[in-house]
């Protein structure tokens, strides 16, 4: 089963805000960024069982390459991407 990815306005504003300092650094940082997540996320679409429950019903898939966990929790047939953080910042 393929569930569908429902990405809360937090969770585009923490990629956004990746983007945008990879940006600074190098576009093609930023391009192998954006790949890697997506990665990530059409993996979660076809297993996001496979992540374990960390706190209050969410689970946490973490990139490949870059330092980031995806916060997420399965809604029926639908998950819910929360936010998208870096390793260093904590969940409010």
């Known amino acids: 089963m393929t569930y569908l990815i429902d990405l809360t306005d ?3 504003l923490n990629i956004k805000e990746a983007s945008e300092y990879y940006i600074e650094i190098s576009t093609s940082l930023n391009d192998k960024f954006t790949a890697d997540l997506v990665k990530t996320i059409d993996e979660l679409a076809e297993t996001p069982l496979h992540h374990q429950i960390r706190y209050k019903g969410i689970r946490i898939a973490h ?3 870059f330092p980031f966990g995806i916060h997420f929790f399965i809604d029926g047939s639908t998950l819910r991407v929360l936010k998208i953080l870096h ?6």
Not at 87 to 92: A, L, R
């Open 87 to 92: 390793h260093k910042q904590y969940y409010k």
């Open 10 to 12: 937090e969770a585009q």
């Open 63 to 65: 990139t490949k390459t």
